[in-house]
């Protein structure tokens, strides 16, 4: 008994097949593992594509230009003349024609493939962006795609190892099958060529052939097939009439070259090789066994070749059962993860959607409750929470109604009986100079407390109406450079009692804006006032500066300036940085919870800036036009510190003129400057009475004691 052994075979094999209509290509089957002796065998498979046949003609005419369109070629003849080479410069026109087409061919399907993609990107890209957006916003989606992949990646795991194992049980036993049956049929051929008694050619052939036809068991089905060949280089003498047979249309093709050299330069020993053989239209896996036989004293080669086609068949049924019953547990898998988790996220989601109704304030809206799980419970506790929130807030919008009628209430009630007083404030106030000392001062301060009152009382008034919903706004195209400078030709007599110079930094020309001239006026007048009182005699400075959108008016003071903290809370009712909450100027602590009021009422913005020591700058920006968005200010809210001169012996009081065409705009100078063209500060131009300027009419100032000043504006923006 002669040992089997494997043929080692490179990866990079390749068996050459014989011609025929079958034989144009092999394929490697799923079902052969790698093979070593001793170890789980593979059946191993080269892949043989015949080349394409180069035309030997070419039709004359039949060229293609770049562009795809048919052009006439001149083919050169063969015999052109004398000494010509026709057939040499004929080869390469050919071969110049099809190289063209195939450049052609190729420009061709690169444009396909370029529309193709160029119109495949956009829907792939949105279904990207669209699945991204999916798995952000819905946590069952994820939990569901989720569970889909992990299930695919454990049977694809599970599925490969249970088709390897299964297709390496089948080869295992067929090849042993092959081992055996193969050690049986080449014994049985060697015994009978080595009995056999004939001489002549046709008993030799007639022997063979009815030997090898008996190892291939023919019948209704063929069990094996065979390959019989003499070994080459042969230098015995012999005398032999058979070289080569083969079953059906095998040859020696199919035997893999290095199982015939093993063969070849073994002894006795058996082996075997994965192969592939054509049978009718098809290339079929197989097993090749080979030994060595003797006959006549010629050495053959015989190669046993069993078909691996049914246990091929049935380990594809088994794989395409794994791969139908995995993508059906995997569609089960999802349904289930779908179900589970709609059971959970949808009372999430239901809450979610209760609540932002919540919170738009539909506080009648409650959850829908069912059964006694902990989702039902937690959907209980919020409409618990729901119910406790809703009768608190309507106790909260109840009393503020009541706080806000009352105030409203009180408010009208008090200024019939506030109107007498006054007047007999004023009578007592006219005629003080009678009065003694005590009598006097106390004519004078009931006169400003019944002001201050009546202030106050006017405030609160206003305040009832914004908080009532009632207050409207009466916007008209208005100029709001000649709206500034009305308010700080008002404040004159303030200003000059603090000994603060005002001075305003304005575009040429006018800013037309859709306001309500009296609110602006009020914001403004608010504004200029707080300046002045927490100023310290240090100069204040007006903005004016507009875009395409929006106009700003900032008021710089240089005074004692406040934190930050302060800044966020500077709008609050009834608040003043002031512990002491002194009041030199009166007022009721509304001014600017007002003046924020009235800004929301025109979309605008109304900002402070503070820094202790450095003073504060508020900013109020309005939309040009109603309804449009403001986007950005024309002006920085924290200023850019410049050198001002301190508060001199002469307190004045600066108020501009209509700036020149040639002036730079102060939206191009940041909050907080003074645009003048030689980079000064502007004030210097103004520490004296009665120096005459060129302004074009100039405005009075006041003097410490009350009297008109007589001085007159120099300059216009940057030119205070």
Same mark, same amino acid.
């Given at each position: 008994?002669?040992?089997?052994?494997?043929?080692?075979?490179?990866?990079?094999?390749?068996? !050459?097949?014989?011609?025929?209509?079958?034989?144009?290509?092999?394929?490697?089957?799923?079902?052969?593992?790698?093979?070593?002796? =001793?170890?789980?065998?593979?059946?191993?498979?080269?892949?043989?594509?015949?080349?394409?046949?180069?035309?030997?003609?070419?039709?004359?005419?039949?060229?293609?230009?770049?562009?795809?369109?048919?052009?006439?070629?001149?083919?050169?003849?063969?015999?052109?003349?004398?000494?010509?080479?026709?057939?040499?410069?004929?080869?390469?026109?050919?071969?110049?024609?099809?190289?063209?087409?195939?450049?052609?061919?190729?420009?061709?399907?690169?444009?396909?493939?370029?529309?193709?993609?160029?119109?495949?990107?956009?829907?792939?890209?949105?279904?990207?962006?669209?699945?991204?957006?999916?798995?952000?916003?819905?946590?069952?989606?994820?939990?569901?795609?989720?569970?889909?992949?992990?299930?695919?990646?454990?049977?694809?795991?599970?599925?490969?190892?249970?088709?390897?194992?299964?297709?390496?049980?089948?080869?295992?036993?067929?090849?042993?099958?092959?081992?055996?049956?193969?050690?049986?049929?080449?014994?049985?051929?060697?015994?009978?060529?080595?009995?056999?008694?004939?001489?002549?050619?046709?008993?030799?052939?007639?022997?063979?052939?009815?030997?090898?036809?008996?190892?291939?068991?023919?019948?209704?089905?063929?069990?094996?097939?065979?390959?019989?060949?003499?070994?080459?280089?042969?230098?015995?003498?012999?005398?032999?009439?058979?070289?080569?047979?083969?079953?059906?249309?095998?040859?020696?093709?199919?035997?893999?070259?290095? @199982?015939?050299?093993?063969?070849?330069?073994?002894?006795?020993?058996?082996?075997?090789?994965?192969?592939?053989?054509?049978?009718?239209?098809?290339?079929?896996?197989?097993?090749?066994?080979?030994?060595?036989?003797?006959?006549?004293?010629?050495?053959?080669?015989?190669?046993?070749?069993?078909?691996?086609?049914?246990?091929?068949?049935?380990?594809?049924?088994?794989?395409?059962?794994?791969?139908?019953?995995?993508?059906?547990?995997?569609?089960?898998? =999802?349904?289930?993860?779908?179900?589970?988790?709609?059971?959970?996220?949808?009372?999430?989601?239901?809450?979610?959607?209760?609540?932002?109704?919540?919170?738009?304030?539909?506080?009648?809206?409650?959850?829908?409750?069912?059964?006694?799980?902990?989702?039902?419970?937690?959907?209980?506790?919020?409409?618990?929470?729901?119910?406790?929130?809703?009768?608190?807030?309507?106790?909260?919008?109840?009393?503020?109604?009541?706080?806000?009628?009352?105030?409203?209430?009180?408010?009208?009630?008090?200024?019939?009986? @506030?109107?007498?007083?006054?007047?007999?404030?004023?009578?007592?106030?006219?005629?003080?100079?009678?009065?003694?000392?005590?009598?006097?001062?106390? !004519?004078?301060?009931?006169?400003?407390?019944?002001?201050?009152?009546?202030?106050?009382?006017?405030?609160?008034?206003?305040?009832?109406?914004?908080? *009532?919903?009632?207050?409207?706004?009466? *916007?008209?195209?208005?100029?709001?450079?000649?709206?500034?400078?009305?308010?700080?030709?008002?404040?004159?007599?303030?200003?000059?009692?603090?000994?603060?110079?005002?001075?305003?930094?304005?575009?040429?020309?006018?800013?037309?804006?859709?306001?309500?001239?009296?609110?602006?006026?009020?914001?403004?007048?608010?504004?200029?006032?707080?300046?002045?009182?927490?100023?310290?005699?240090?100069?204040?400075?007006?903005?004016?500066?507009?875009?395409?959108?929006?106009?700003?008016?900032?008021?710089?003071?240089?005074?004692?300036?406040?934190?930050?903290?302060?800044?966020?809370?500077?709008?609050?009712?009834?608040?003043?940085?002031?512990?002491?909450?002194?009041?030199?100027?009166?007022?009721?602590?509304?001014?600017?919870?007002?003046?924020?009021?009235?800004?929301?009422?025109?979309?605008?913005?109304?900002?402070?800036?503070?820094?202790?020591?450095?003073?504060?700058?508020?900013?109020?920006?309005?939309?040009?036009?109603?309804?449009?968005?403001?986007?950005?200010?024309?002006?920085?809210?924290?200023?850019?510190?410049?050198?001002?001169?301190?508060?001199?012996?002469?307190?004045?009081?600066?108020?501009?003129?209509?700036?020149?065409?040639?002036?730079?705009?102060?939206?191009?100078?940041?909050?907080?400057?003074?645009?003048?063209?030689?980079? =000064?500060?502007?004030?210097?131009?103004?520490?004296?009475?009665?120096? *005459?300027?060129?302004? !074009?009419?100039?405005?009075?100032?006041?003097?410490?004691?009350?009297?008109?000043?007589?001085?007159?504006?120099?300059?216009?923006?940057?030119?205070?």
């Amino acid at each position: 008994m002669s040992a089997i052994k494997q043929v080692p075979e490179p990866a990079d094999r390749s068996v !050459a097949q014989a011609a025929g209509p079958e034989s144009g290509h092999d394929t490697t089957p799923d079902m052969t593992p790698d093979m070593t002796r =001793g170890e789980a065998p593979a059946v191993s498979s080269a892949s043989h594509e015949a080349a394409p046949g180069v035309p030997k003609s070419a039709v004359p005419g039949s060229g293609v230009s770049e562009s795809g369109e048919p052009e006439s070629q001149e083919p050169e003849s063969p015999s052109a003349g004398p000494g010509s080479r026709g057939p040499w410069r004929g080869l390469a026109f050919r071969t110049w024609l099809w190289a063209k087409r195939a450049r052609i061919v190729g420009v061709r399907v690169a444009r396909l493939v370029r529309t193709g993609a160029g119109s495949l990107l956009p829907g792939i890209r949105y279904l990207l962006r669209a699945v991204q957006r999916k798995w952000r916003r819905s946590l069952q989606f994820r939990t569901v795609l989720t569970t889909l992949l992990l299930a695919i990646g454990s049977f694809a795991v599970v599925g490969a190892y249970l088709s390897n194992q299964i297709a390496n049980n089948l080869f295992q036993e067929r090849l042993a099958q092959a081992e055996s049956e193969t050690r049986y049929n080449v014994k049985q051929v060697q015994d009978t060529f080595d009995g056999a008694q004939v001489t002549d050619q046709s008993s030799v052939i007639t022997l063979v052939y009815d030997t090898l036809n008996a190892v291939e068991g023919r019948g209704s089905v063929i069990q094996r097939r065979y390959v019989f060949e003499a070994m080459p280089e042969q230098t015995k003498p012999r005398n032999r009439w058979v070289e080569s047979r083969a079953s059906d249309q095998l040859t020696i093709a199919v035997i893999p070259p290095e @199982l015939r050299k093993a063969v070849q330069d073994s002894g006795k020993d058996q082996y075997w090789a994965s192969t592939q053989f054509p049978v009718g239209t098809e290339d079929r896996p197989g097993i090749a066994v080979g030994n060595k036989v003797t006959f006549n004293g010629t050495v053959y080669e015989l190669y046993l070749i069993y078909d691996l086609n049914t246990a091929q068949k049935t380990l594809d049924e088994i794989q395409n059962v794994l791969l139908a019953g995995g993508a059906l547990l995997v569609l089960m898998i =999802g349904g289930v993860a779908w179900y589970v988790t709609r059971n959970v996220v949808s009372p999430v989601s239901h809450a979610a959607v209760v609540s932002e109704k919540l919170a738009a304030g539909q506080l009648q809206e409650r959850m829908v409750v069912k059964g006694e799980d902990e989702v039902a419970r937690l959907g209980a506790s919020f409409n618990h929470m729901a119910a406790s929130l809703q009768e608190q807030i309507t106790q909260l919008a109840t009393l503020s109604q009541m706080q806000q009628r009352f105030v409203s209430d009180v408010s009208h009630e008090l200024r019939t009986p @506030l109107t007498t007083v006054r007047m007999a404030a004023e009578v007592l106030y006219d005629a003080r100079e009678d009065f003694d000392p005590i009598n006097k001062r106390s !004519a004078e301060l009931l006169y400003n407390q019944v002001e201050r009152f009546q202030s106050l009382l006017a405030d609160l008034l206003e305040i009832s109406r914004f908080d *009532a919903g009632a207050a409207t706004l009466d *916007a008209e195209p208005t100029d709001i450079v000649q709206l500034v400078a009305h308010v700080i030709e008002g404040v004159a007599p303030v200003a000059a009692e603090y000994g603060s110079a005002v001075t305003l930094n304005a575009p040429a020309g006018s800013i037309i804006v859709d306001m309500d001239d009296r609110r602006i006026d009020r914001i403004l007048r608010n504004l200029v006032l707080n300046a002045l009182e927490h100023g310290e005699g240090r100069p204040v400075n007006i903005s004016v500066a507009a875009n395409d959108t929006a106009v700003a008016v900032a008021v710089r003071d240089h005074g004692i300036g406040m934190t930050p903290a302060e800044a966020a809370r500077v709008f609050d009712r009834f608040w003043r940085a002031d512990p002491a909450r002194a009041r030199t100027t009166g007022g009721s602590g509304l001014g600017l919870s007002i003046a924020a009021e009235d800004t929301k009422l025109h979309d605008g913005w109304l900002q402070a800036w503070g820094s202790k020591g450095n003073g504060s700058n508020f900013r109020l920006t309005l939309p040009l036009r109603r309804d449009e968005p403001i986007t950005r200010s024309p002006l920085q809210l924290e200023p850019v510190n410049v050198g001002l001169p301190g508060p001199g012996s002469q307190r004045t009081v600066l108020l501009l003129d209509r700036p020149p065409a040639a002036a730079v705009p102060a939206a191009d100078t940041p909050a907080g400057t003074q645009g003048k063209p030689d980079g =000064g500060t502007g004030a210097d131009d103004f520490m004296a009475d009665g120096v *005459a300027g060129d302004g !074009a009419t100039g405005v009075g100032g006041a003097s410490p004691g009350g009297g008109a000043a007589g001085l007159r504006g120099r300059g216009t923006e940057g030119r205070a």
